[in-house]
């Protein structure tokens, strides 16, 4: 059943994700010009990700001690629903209202995340298969949508419509939730929450009037941008404060690798997330393909459901045999990979561009084929970890730190992003040459940061605790 939800919940969002960057430029800021069109749909779709990232710090809080997890689920695929219906309205601020509720309601949904490791014993070995297979079906639902929101019903009856078709899959995973969340209520963990109806009116009232200065937020990048940062100054303190009154040497060792794992983590989606911005950008304006370029879109998830069978059968393979890396190890091993696709792609830029400026599709399919490799030797390990590491009655709160970590790559993901509109040391524009500069000094520093997490994974390890 959650793996259902999963795939209707990865259908809606990554509907509309695929072309909502040119969405913005071409239905909202198409009179300031072309690259300031560009630079404003960076601005505000990086700034809405990074805010849907952001808020399951406050969710998963909301979820451990208010409503409790598959209460607090069930609220956020509804409200995930009723937003997309206001990003398909014509008026740009409809539209931000509709952006702002749904990074309010994805807060609250962390605990689907959650619930996936609540089906394993602490220390069960098929944690990590288990959360590679909700990595697939994340993924199935991501491959499929573009195809069907974009392509199919976007580019032939406008994109509104691409919002409305992607409100179906998620009514669809909000009512097989609605129908058989009961069933998970033995694996649920006591706490204090709030009983009866009376939790859930508190929570709507709260998102009801969060969701107009949230969308006002989403206006002014840099103000939102330090609101993140004091988020995370926030978050931090709390566990300090936490770990300094439970006195419990192990368990703040736990906190402090999973912080050190939580920097390699922003600096990877930092990286990659380029695939939603400027590689969408750069598909759009620099690639020959005998195809629609959103397509592009559809091969990190393609990817995805060729490899991770794979990889959640290999794991355990290795553990058998002593040769599992690491989860330090890996991450290193993710770094590495996403350096290395910049690197192909600058090489490609720099000498195999075409009379017509142009480069091939095989470059870029090969650098989404890399930052996948890479994302799936960390990605689904660090699920599990958090449910390792963090203390028991943290669990949501700790999975929606986890992700705060997206968030903040989204913010660094839009800064990158930005750069390749500006030509290298001079103030003014450039063409695909800008492109290879900023993915040239990406492959430099995500070498870097692979060396140092690759060196440092057994220490790293050693205050884990047991915890591989």
Known sequence: MLLGVTVGLNFAFYGFRAFLAPYIAQHFYANLGALAAQRQADLLTSGFLALMYATPIIGGYVADKILGETRALAMSLWLGTLSLLLMALPSLFGFELGLALFALAAGVGIPLTVLIGRNYVHDDPRRESGYTLYYLAINLGSFITPFVCADLIGAHFGYRWGFVAAAVGMVLAASLFQWRKHKLNPLLPNGPHLRGPVAIAW???????????????????????????????????????????????????????????????????????????????????????????????????????????????????????????????????????VALSYGLLAYAINHLVGVDGRIGWLPLALCYLLQTLGELALMP?????????????????????????????????????????????????????????????LFGWGLGLAALFLLTAPWIRRLMHGVH
Not at 411 to 436: D, E, K, M
């Open 203 to 337: 929570v709507l009232l709260a998102m009801a009037l969060l969701v107009y200065p949230t969308a006002i937020l989403l206006a002014f990048p840099t103000v939102l941008r330090w609101a993140m940062y004091a988020l995370m100054g926030v978050l931090v303190l709390y566990f300090v404060i936490r770990c300094t009154r439970r006195g419990d040497r192990l368990q703040t060792q736990r906190y402090l690798a999973l912080l050190l794992l939580f920097i390699a983590l922003v600096a990877f989606w930092a990286f990659s997330l380029q695939g939603v911005t400027s590689l969408n950008f750069l598909a759009r304006d620099h690639v020959d393909a005998p195809f629609n370029y959103m397509v592009f879109q559809s091969a990190n998830p393609l990817y995805i459901l060729c490899f991770a069978p794979l990889l959640a059968l290999l794991w355990p393979w290795l553990e058998r045999h002593g040769r599992d890396p690491s989860t330090p190890r890996k991450f290193g091993i993710g770094l590495l990979l």
């Open 381 to 441: 390990i660090g699920y599990a970890l958090v449910g390792q590491l963090a203390a028991p009655e943290e669990a949501s709160l700790a999975m929606g730190g986890w992700f705060f970590g997206m968030a903040l790559a989204y913010q660094l993901a839009g800064w990158i992003a930005n750069r390749t509109l500006r030509a290298p040391g001079a103030g003014g524009t450039g063409g695909i040459a800008v492109y290879a500069h900023v993915y040239g000094q």
